[in-house]
């Protein structure tokens, strides 16, 4: 926000709490039974509910004073220091920032999932579903078993049907969605695989001149040559 649109943002705060104090101190409010106290009432909550929206556009730039009760109140917007907060406004043109990026917060190891989280969100970007999830450690049953569930940060996002993960220690781009039928995919080392089975998979492997390992790139196989290959006209599209 330029420093232009922060002025604009205090003249509003400060005409919106102008109109506040006038709809608060008329004298119809006394009498609660009377129609017009009812409407004043109203008036008071659609104003204060401007409030909230408008506060949203402020990043609490001049920091926080502490009013009479002790409390830290931002000293542009007035909203409570580390208060929760409902809404994002987004500018419309430009970049896009929602939160910071978050680690694991604790080298504890928590009893259940549910007290390890530390953010779960998730967002619809232009037809891009995009989730991060960060947990610290946890103990988890499997099989019977209990098995202590690393700290992680994990981003999975899909796009026209692929799916690409990424937590602490691996990359992952999956191009079908898992069958749930026919269980987990195997896998393995390209050394381990026979030549054979290597020539059908579209990968190249890059790597720089002191050959040392860079990316992968995934040629992803397109629908029609799929539809040529097996003779069929009638191609099911798995949507997500
Ligand atoms: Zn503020």
């Known amino acids: ?46 104003l204060g509910m401007l409030w909230e929206f408008l506060g949203l556009q402020c990043r609490h730039w001049d920091g926080y004073r502490k009013n ?12 409570l220091r580390g208060a929760d907060e409902y809404w994002l406004l987004l500018p419309r043109k430009g970049n896009k ?7 694991p917060t604790s080298d504890e190891t928590f009893p259940h999932k ?15 579903h995009l989730t991060v999830d960060v947990q610290n450690a946890y103990r988890s049953r499997l099989l019977d078993r209990d098995i202590t569930i690393a700290s992680d940060r994990i981003v999975h996002f899909e796009e026209s049907g692929v799916e690409c993960m990424s937590d602490t220690h691996t990359l992952r781009i999956r191009l079908r969605a898992r069958d749930q039928k026919s269980g987990l995919p195997y896998g393995a080392f390209p050394s381990e695989l026979p030549r054979k089975l290597i020539k059908q998979f579209p990968i190249l492997l890059e ?8 990316g992968v790139t995934i040629f992803k196989p397109s629908p029609g040559a799929r539809m040529r290959a ?10 997500r």
Request: aromatic residues 8%; positive net charge; charged residues 35%.
């Open 114 to 128: 549910r007290a390890a989280v530390v953010l779960r969100d998730s967002i619809n970007f232009h037809g891009v």
């Open 1 to 46: 926000m330029k420093k232009d649109d922060r002025t604009v943002l205090k003249r509003e705060l400060r005409r919106l709490w102008r109109s506040m104090d006038f709809v608060s101190r008329n004298p119809a409010l006394n009498d609660e039974n009377s129609p017009e106290s009812q409407i004043f009432a109203e008036l008071y909550q659609q």
């Open 68 to 79: 009479r009760s002790g409390t830290m109140l931002c000293r542009i917007c007035g909203k």
């Open 230 to 239: 097996s003779g069929k006209m009638k191609v099911k599209r798995r949507d």
């Open 207 to 214: 790597y720089d001149r002191h050959n040392r390992f860079v």
């Open 97 to 103: 920032s929602i939160g910071s990026k978050t680690m």
